[in-house]
């Protein structure tokens, strides 16, 4: 089961985690037609995170991301990653009690 903690559990009704590896590339087309590709720097990990949370707990996660503090995912597999939210989209309405958004996670420790 998949869950979200800064320390002690964040209550999350549903909670999706994707993994994602992202490298920087540059592709540039030679003369004769070919590709020639250039791999920048190391693979980047991130966790795209669908969440449905309380009152409580989307204050919680708004606080986190205001002040850059860290946060702790574990997957469906039981892998704990440790990050930094990097992007959140907007709140909205899941139902009268709940509300629902999507986390981009910058994994810092696996």
Known sequence: MSRLYDGVS???NWIKVIK??????I???LLD??????????????LEIEIVAGI????EIDGIEAIGGLVSVVDND??????????KQPWGKFNDDYY??????SVEVV
């Open 27 to 29: 592709v540039s087309t």
């Open 100 to 105: 629902e958004t999507k986390l981009t996670v």
């Open 33 to 46: 037609g070919s590709d020639h590709v250039q791999i920048i720097g190391s693979k980047v990990e991130r």
């Open 56 to 59: 409580v707990v989307k204050d």
């Open 78 to 87: 039981g892998f704990e990653y440790t990050g930094r939210i990097i992007d």
């Open 10 to 12: 964040l209550d999350t």
């Open 20 to 25: 994602q590896s992202e490298v920087k590339k």
